[in-house]
């Protein structure tokens, strides 16, 4: 069992950076893959980035590639989202999640086995 907690979230201003954490706790947090997800009112949760257990692979949507990094800290088991250039677009509740096994299917929202409670972000233009 493995049980997230995002923080960092908030309002900010378009062109502005937020740093995303998520701890979790619980056995084997270093054997997860790890993704990062949003969803905006009225629509469906989409992928916005996943880490490999090692951190060697990265992932991301078009719509956040070069604006922001995902990235890990194993020894303090959390994973961070960097999201930089933010726009009104970024608008959403952000969800860290934890795949189990294989790294297969990253962006896919069905493969994870673990979610956090999500962290508003909100953009202002």
């Known amino acids: 069992q493995v049980q997230l907690v995002e923080s960092g979230g908030g309002l900010v201003q378009a062109g502005g950076s937020l740093r995303l954490s998520c701890a979790a706790s619980?056995?084997?947090?270093?054997?997860?893959?790890m993704g990062w997800f949003r969803q905006a009112p009225g629509k469906e949760r989409e992928f916005v980035a996943a880490?490999?257990?090692?951190?060697?692979?990265?992932y991301y949507a078009d719509s956040v590639k070069g604006r922001f990094t995902i990235s890990r800290d194993n020894a303090k088991n959390t994973v961070y989202l960097q999201m930089n250039s933010l726009k009104p677009e970024d608008t959403a509740v952000y969800y860290c999640?934890?795949?189990?096994?294989?790294?297969?299917?990253?962006?896919?929202?069905?493969?994870?086995?673990?979610w956090g409670q999500g962290t508003q972000v909100t953009v202002s233009s």
């Open positions: 880490i490999t257990w090692s951190g060697g692979s990265t």
């Open positions: 619980g056995r084997s947090f270093s054997t997860y893959s």
């Open positions: 999640a934890a795949m189990n096994g294989l790294p297969f299917s990253l962006r896919d929202t069905s493969k994870y086995n673990y």
